[in-house]
T-cell receptor
Framework: LAKTTQPISMDSYEGQEVNITCSHN???????ITWYQQFPSQGPRFIIQ???TKVTNEVASLFIPADRKSSTLSLPRVSLSDTAVYYC???????????FGGGTRVLVKP | GAGVSQTPSNKVTEKGKYVELRCDPI?????LYWYRQSLGQGPEFLIY????????DSGLPNDRFFAVRPEGSVSTLKIQRTERGDSAVYLC?????????????FGPGTRLTVL
């Protein structure tokens, strides 16, 4: 069972880059790493997913080192609307329970 | 298109009662997941369906919790003899396929309060 650990909170300012790292030392060979964003009173929303190396989409980048024991979500040029809780999710391989991290509360200030 | 919907949005019940929570996934999604989220914590996996069958129910906390998906679409999470500790937001998600390499679409959740 992959246990995930994330910082509890991070503050940033509009226009800055935000990097959130998730530790998952017990990740299984077939597990994927997925990041979600959650606003109050809403369900989580998919941001990005990866297996190894780097993945980039229109909203974020995901960096995964070779040992896959951690991953870093990078949000370029954040805005006030990016204030939310960000979760990493590890798992998916057969027999490995999907495990969310405790979430990182990101506050973007003007 | 329509997303994942959950009903009711809020449910207040008394300790010891039985409750049912419903999830309508996105049409065509074969995989369906239930999670429980307590205040200030990440979602906790409960059960995963692939089609009509429960492919992984290892997250169900005890035998008071049960879920079904009889026709491979709508799912119902059933909780018997509710306890105050069951109070949480119950989230449902669906995806095109299952588990790895997929994007889960979440519903807004059902907030369950057990008095």
């Amino acid at each position: 069972l992959a246990k995930t650990t994330q910082p509890i909170s991070m503050d940033s300012y509009e226009g800055q880059e935000v990097n959130i790292t998730c530790s998952h030392n017990n990740i299984a060979t077939n597990d994927y790493i997925t990041w979600y964003q959650q606003f109050p009173s809403q369900g989580p929303r998919f941001i990005i997913q990866g297996y190894k190396t780097k993945v980039t989409n229109e909203v974020a980048s995901l960096f995964i080192p070779a040992d896959r024991k951690s991953s870093t979500l990078s949000l370029p040029r954040v805005s006030l609307s990016d204030t939310a809780v960000y979760y990493c999710l590890v798992g998916g391989a057969a027999g490995n329970k999907l495990t969310f991290g405790g979430g990182t509360r990101v506050l973007v200030k003007p | 298109g329509a997303g994942v919907s959950q009903t009711p949005s809020n449910k207040v019940t008394e300790k010891g009662k039985y409750v049912e929570l419903r999830c309508d996934p996105i049409s065509g999604h074969t995989a369906l997941y239930w999670y429980r989220q307590s205040l200030g914590q990440g979602p906790e996996f409960l059960i995963y369906f692939q089609g009509t069958g429960a492919a992984d129910d290892s997250g169900l906390p005890n035998d008071r919790f049960f879920a079904v998906r009889p026709e491979g679409s709508v799912s119902t999470l059933k909780i018997q003899r509710t306890e105050r500790g069951d109070s949480a937001v119950y989230l449902c998600a669906s995806s095109r396929v299952g588990l790895a390499d997929n994007e889960q679409f979440f519903g807004p959740g059902t907030r369950l309060t057990v008095l």
